[in-house]
């Protein structure tokens, strides 16, 4: 049997994050069954959960992705590019950006006191970071 290289397993999460970010804008958190996830992906849930520990972990990580993709465009191109972003995301059907994923971890932080744990521990680790 052939070996993944570390770039393919990379490309393979990212192609998982990217699809599962359009999922859970489209469903809410809730309503990405993992049924769903792997519709949204063309992949089993054993592929998917190889790379993420469970759909929590794997919705954090995209929460995740998304805060440091703003962070970067902050960076980059200041807070006003970030509002540009939201707001060419919201206008999107799927609103599968930026804004999609952050309506969603507001939700989550306001009516699920264990995600709202696991957030600020992974925020603050983002805070410091930038």
């Given at each position: 049997?052939?070996?993944?290289?570390?770039?393919?397993?990379?490309?393979?999460?990212?192609?998982?994050?990217?699809?599962?970010?359009?999922?859970?804008?489209?469903?809410?958190?809730?309503g990405?069954?993992?049924?769903?996830?792997e519709?949204?992906?063309?992949?089993?849930?054993?592929?998917?959960?190889?790379?993420?520990?469970?759909?929590?972990?794997?919705?954090?990580?995209?929460?995740?992705?998304?805060?440091?993709?703003?962070?970067?465009?902050?960076?980059?191109?200041?807070?006003?590019?970030?509002?540009?972003d939201?707001?060419?995301?919201?206008?999107?059907?799927?609103?599968?950006?930026?804004l999609?994923?952050?309506?969603?971890?507001?939700?989550?932080?306001?009516?699920?006191?264990?995600?709202?744990?696991?957030?600020?521990?992974?925020?603050?680790?983002?805070?410091?970071?930038?």
């Amino acid at each position: 049997m052939p070996r993944v290289s570390q770039d393919q397993l990379d490309a393979r999460r990212q192609e998982i994050l990217a699809a599962s970010r359009a999922c859970f804008a489209r469903h809410g958190y809730e309503g990405a069954t993992v049924r769903r996830l792997e519709e949204a992906t063309g992949l089993s849930r054993g592929a998917i959960f190889h790379h993420f520990r469970d759909k929590d972990s794997l919705f954090l990580a995209v929460a995740e992705d998304d805060a440091a993709a703003m962070v970067e465009t902050v960076a980059r191109n200041g807070l006003v590019q970030v509002m540009r972003d939201l707001l060419a995301g919201a206008m999107s059907p799927d609103t599968t950006g930026w804004l999609g994923t952050q309506l969603e971890v507001s939700r989550r932080l306001r009516t699920d006191p264990a995600f709202a744990r696991r957030w600020a521990e992974r925020s603050a680790a983002i805070a410091e970071a930038t």
